[in-house]
């Protein structure tokens, strides 16, 4: 798969906040913002449950089904709730 190099638009603030995370998480750039793309595309997500049914030495049966739309705000929101439930607020 190839490369391709492009220029976006992005709140100051928001990038300076991604680029701590991928640095601490040793990350290049890149390699975080296509993490966050793949995501939310949903790319790789048979394989993701695969790898986490044999982590389980499960078997599971399932059709993976196509997202009707980004789910990045649902998946935002499970966090947020999630971090608040562990801070206990």
Do not use: C, H
Not at 1 to 8: D, E, L, R, Y
Not at 50 to 75: G, H, I, Q
Request: overall charge negative.
């Amino acid at each position: 798969m190839g490369k391709v190099k492009t220029s976006i638009y992005v709140d100051e603030d928001l990038w300076k906040e991604f680029k701590k995370i991928a640095s601490s998480r040793d990350q290049e750039l890149s390699e975080a913002l296509e993490g966050l793309l793949r995501e939310e595309l949903m790319v790789d997500l048979e394989a993701v449950i695969r790898e986490l049914v044999n982590e389980l030495d499960t078997e599971l049966n399932f059709k993976p089904v196509k997202a009707k739309a980004p789910v990045s705000e649902l998946v935002r929101e499970m966090r947020n709730e999630r971090e608040s439930r562990l801070l206990g607020q």
